[in-house]
């Protein structure tokens, strides 16, 4: 846990390919101190990456998991620091590898739950010690509260309400983790674990806990899009997109976005952590980040990395030399990716890009290496 004792900058990794030794190299070499890993479009040798089949887990696949222990041995010797963040659970398909279709049924039957305290007992019991790993990040963007009557961005008090109804379902988060942490003690009693926010890890969404959690090894984190409208890949269809600095729907509403008003967005889950009693230390922005070619990307990150250290918060950003999709690969610049990016990915081959320390990617470079 000590590492997470001063704030520590990284990236993320959400790549098709398991990364090679150059890609952590690289990332190194800008002054990354550890990246945020996602194995969820490795190709698997069943249906899911490590999973199995997340309709019925059954144990770890020996091949997946050497594909995996190989990855953060790579990882190892570039000197970086490894949280895993898998997309997927028991009961809980990415909706990117389920036909783009949310998948609820962790949230609605406890019976997934006991697979995901395998999975993750399983996890702990085959990883731990292994030098990479800072922390278990135990499911990427969870949204108990989606389909379960709970508006995204709802105002603290109807969160509150709503969770007093939650408590003791299947849709309770807190409760899940805490069953999860137990399961991995069993094997680890030392791995950091990091859990996001509901409601896809939106930073206003630890304001309806009650309490933090009672493992003391726990690092609370938040995913940092909004206004989403304007960040996002849909905007850049519009015939003229929402721009940043600018007026965006959030909330039902439309509102001015700005440094300002991401700083009062980010101030929510500094507010909590205070009054849960929390140190910064164990908050962190998990994600970030904005479509490159939008022209007011440079100053959302400039604006959101403004906030994060100022408060001294870890961070990593998203995402960095993703192969199969750029919209948020800053050393890319603002131009379109030729047509051998899209071959590649095609033809199940390395990404042929190459990348350099652009304009678009200065807010970042900057600040992993500010010497």
Same mark, same amino acid.
């Given at each position: ?8 900058? +990284?990236?993320?990794?959400f790549n ?10 690289a ?5 990354? /101190? ?9 190709? #698997?040798?069943?249906?899911?990456f490590?999973? +199995?089949? $997340? ?5 770890? #696949?020996? $091949?997946? %998991?050497a ?7 790579r990882? *190892? ?19 990117? =590898? ?5 998948d ?14 395998a ?7 085959? %990883?731990?010690? *292994? ?11 969870p ?9 995204e *961005?709802a105002?603290?008090g ?22 999860l ?7 680890? /009693?030392?791995?950091p674990?990091?859990v996001?926010?509901g ?19 726990v ?7 909004e206004?989403?409208?304007? /960040?996002?890949?849909? =905007? ?11 007026? $965006? ?15 009062r ?9 205070e009054?849960?009693?929390? #140190? ?11 479509m ?10 400039e ?7 100022? =408060?001294?918060? *870890? ?8 192969? =199969?999709?750029? +919209?948020?690969?800053?050393e ?19 990404d042929? %890009?190459?990348?350099?320390? /652009? ?11 500010p010497?």
């Amino acid at each position: 846990m000590a590492f997470w004792d001063a704030p520590r900058h +990284g990236g993320n990794s959400f790549n098709r390919l398991p990364p090679d030794q150059a890609y952590f190299d690289a990332l190194k070499g800008y002054g990354a /101190t550890w990246v945020r890993l996602s194995y969820d479009k490795w190709q #698997p040798v069943q249906r899911d990456f490590l999973l +199995g089949n $997340a309709d019925a887990y059954a144990g770890l #696949p020996a $091949a997946d %998991l050497a594909t995996l222990r190989a990855t953060l041995d790579r990882a *190892h010797q570039a000197g970086l620091k490894v949280v895993i963040a898998p997309l997927s659970l028991p009961g809980m398909r990415w909706s990117q =590898n389920n036909q783009g279709q949310f998948d609820d049924r962790l949230w609605q039957d406890k019976r997934y739950w006991s697979q995901a305290m395998a999975f993750w007992r399983d996890m702990a019991r085959e %990883l731990k010690g *292994h030098p990479a790993i800072a922390a278990y990040n135990l499911i990427n963007e969870p949204a108990p509260e989606k389909l379960g009557g709970l508006a995204e *961005h709802a105002e603290p008090g109807q969160m509150q309400q709503w969770y007093v109804r939650a408590q003791g379902t299947a849709r309770d988060l807190p409760l899940l983790y805490r069953q999860l942490i137990a399961a991995i003690r069993e094997q680890d /009693t030392d791995t950091p674990v990091m859990v996001d926010a509901g409601w896809f890890a939106a930073a206003d969404a630890f304001d309806y806990w009650p309490a933090p959690l009672e493992d003391p090894r726990v690092l609370y984190s938040v995913h940092m899009y909004e206004p989403y409208a304007a /960040t996002s890949a849909p =905007n850049m269809t519009r015939k003229h997109p929402i721009a940043y600095p600018g007026a $965006a729907p959030f909330a039902g509403q439309t509102q001015q976005w700005d440094g300002a008003r991401v700083e009062r967005y980010l101030r929510q889950p500094l507010a909590w952590a205070e009054a849960m009693g929390l #140190p910064r230390s164990r908050l962190v922005v998990g994600e970030f980040g904005c479509m490159r070619r939008l022209s007011g990307c440079r100053q959302y990150l400039e604006d959101v990395l403004t906030v994060l250290d100022r =408060n001294q918060l *870890h961070w990593a950003f998203y995402s960095f030399r993703e192969d =199969n999709w750029d +919209g948020m690969d800053y050393e890319l610049g603002s131009a379109k990716v030729p047509w051998r990016y899209w071959q590649a990915i095609e033809q199940g081959t390395p990404d042929p %890009l190459p990348r350099t320390a /652009t304009v678009e990617f200065e807010p970042i470079r900057k600040r992993l290496n500010p010497d």
